[in-house]
């Protein structure tokens, strides 16, 4: 698909804002459009394709560099970039290929309906937020009175202040929700409820402590035990990357005495694993 230059400027403004020191993958200082767009076309072009100059390429580029580079792609051949990459990649790696020159606001709402994704995006709340202290007070009995306090739970109370509360507000609803319960607000909803609720709404105070926890926890759990989760790995490496994504390997390391990379090389393999890894950038 063409975007046009005005979508593309906005594009470029937003992940301004998002793009964090704590990213892995950040634009490239010797930016060369022209020549990043020849060495697709070389590389899909003709009779096979050369995998390797596709990772080189999109991998080491920022989401903004890419959709400058899927734009001059089709001027040049007429076609589209991510209808290349789908027709001369498969599998996996045609996943992330496809991921890296999709637009990042369109991958978010193209995953909106991926549970991890749906929490990861609780990272992207605004964290200037001030917080609200009576208010906290008063949702935290709301949602006491909602729950342990009465038979049955008002399920209805807990979405709405979850996932109408600012990251800030939320932690500070936490703090006061135990000082009514002694519990800790997860683990009232996990003796209130079951089921996707319980899922969502667990890994959305688990997102308020802490994003890159949350996350390392999805990627461990989407590698562990017989085979590998392949579409977690995708989401939460491609979406991160330019965001905490040095964080979150910080923070799989803690948990689980082990580098993301080395994870990565274990789990994965050809150049889906490759993709993978150097997106995730390194071994600390």
């Not at 959305?204 to 017989?226: D, H, N, Q, W």
Request: proline letters at 2%.
């Amino acid at each position: 698909m063409l975007y046009p230059v005005s979508d593309l400027t906005s594009n470029r403004r937003k992940m301004s804002v998002w793009s964090s020191a704590r990213g892995t993958v950040k634009a490239s200082a010797n930016f060369k459009m022209a020549d990043d767009v020849s060495v697709l076309r070389k590389a899909m072009e003709g009779l096979g394709t050369t995998e390797k100059k596709l990772v080189d390429v999109l991998t080491q580029r920022s989401n903004a560099q890419r959709l400058l580079i899927s734009d001059a792609y089709q001027k040049a051949t007429g076609r589209a970039l991510i209808d290349d990459l789908k027709s001369d990649t498969g599998g996996d790696f045609e996943d992330v290929l496809v991921a890296l020159v999709t637009p990042p606001d369109v991958y978010d709402c193209r995953e909106i309906i991926s549970l991890t994704l749906t929490l990861s995006l609780q990272g992207k709340r605004d964290e200037s937020t001030k917080v609200d202290a009576a208010k906290a007070k008063a949702d935290a009995k709301i949602l006491y009175e909602a729950g342990e306090k009465k038979w049955g739970t008002d399920e209805s109370k807990f979405v709405d202040i979850l996932c109408h509360s600012s990251v800030p507000q939320l932690r500070q609803t936490m703090v006061e929700y135990k000082s009514i319960s002694k519990k800790s607000l997860q683990e009232s909803i996990e003796g209130e409820m079951s089921g996707n609720l319980e899922d969502l709404l667990v890994a959305i105070v688990k997102c308020a402590k802490s994003t890159p926890t949350y996350l390392a926890e999805r990627l461990f759990k989407g590698m562990k035990g017989p085979g590998t989760t392949e579409s977690i790995l995708t989401r939460i490496i491609v979406s991160r990357s330019e965001l905490d994504l040095l964080d979150i390997r910080a923070d799989y390391k803690k948990l689980f005495g082990t580098s993301l990379y080395s994870a990565l090389t274990s789990e994965v393999s050809g150049d889906y694993g490759e993709c993978l890894k150097r997106l995730c950038g390194g071994e600390d």
